[in-house]
T-cell receptor
Framework: AQSVSQHNHHVILSEAASLELGCNYS??????LFWYVQYPGQHLQLLLK??????LVKGIKGFEAEFIKSKFSFNLRKPSVQWSDTAEYFC???????????????FGGGTRVLVKP | DAGVIQSPRHEVTEMGQEVTLRCKPI?????LFWYRQTMMRGLELLIY????????DSGMPEDRFSAKMPNASFSTLKIQPSEPRDSAVYFC??????????????FGQGTRLTVV
């Protein structure tokens, strides 16, 4: 079964600092990869997704992520964070299969990011 | 589309009572997921359905939990009897089959359950 690991549980940084959040998954086949964001008190919203093609994916709000297949990684980056980026960030994976059993969307443990003004 | 709709948004109940959480997925989506979020355990997948059929319920914690999807536009998650440790935010999400457009999962606003 696939699993997702997010290395940092908490990150604190100042505005304008660069952000990188690690995500690794454990599955050797084709995967779909996602980053979701959860602002305080809100539901999860999609930041970006990777299905195929260019491994560098650009999402909303200046976020991007790079899929490195050889490292089973899908790290999230933002060059310059803002106070409004304070949120919890979740990496997720599924097998992208047309078979129902392959579409179990599994999330990592999340990373809480606090941006100090 | 109004998105994934969950009800109620907040539920406070006494231990031992039955609790039913409801979810209306996005029209046309054939997958529906139930997740539970707590500080201690993060975001856990409880069960998911495809075309109204449960595919994987290995995340359902105990027999006290049950989920149904009687039709493509409605699902319930029931806890009977409820216990204080069931207190959490329960999210419902839906998506369409991979290979089609927009195959990410869309989440509802969640139901915050407090069992006292």
């Amino acid at each position: 079964a696939q699993s997702v690991s997010q290395h940092n549980h908490h990150v604190i940084l100042s505005e304008a600092a660069s952000l990188e959040l690690g995500c690794n998954y454990s599955y050797g086949g084709t995967v779909n990869l996602f980053w979701y964001v959860q602002y305080p008190g809100q539901h999860l919203q999609l930041l970006l997704k990777y299905f195929s093609g260019d491994p560098l994916v650009k999402g909303i709000k200046g976020f991007e992520a790079e899929f490195i297949k050889s490292k089973f990684s899908f790290n999230l980056r933002k060059p310059s964070v803002q106070w409004s980026d304070t949120a919890e960030y979740f990496c997720a994976v599924d097998l992208g299969s047309i078979k129902a059993a392959g579409n179990k969307l599994t999330f990592g443990g999340g990373t809480r990011v606090l941006v100090k003004p | 589309d109004a998105g994934v709709i969950q009800s109620p948004r907040h539920e406070v109940t006494e231990m031992g009572q039955e609790v039913t959480l409801r979810c209306k997925p996005i029209s046309g989506h054939d997958y529906l997921f139930w997740y539970r979020q707590t500080m201690m355990r993060g975001l856990e997948l409880l069960i998911y359905f495809n075309n109204n059929v449960p595919i994987d319920d290995s995340g359902m914690p105990e027999d006290r939990f049950s989920a149904k999807m009687p039709n493509a536009s409605f699902s319930t998650l029931k806890i009977q009897p409820s216990e204080p440790r069931d207190s959490a935010v329960y999210f419902c999400a839906s998506r369409s089959t991979p290979g089609q457009a927009n195959t990410e999962a869309f989440f509802g606003q969640g139901t915050r359950l407090t069992v006292v």
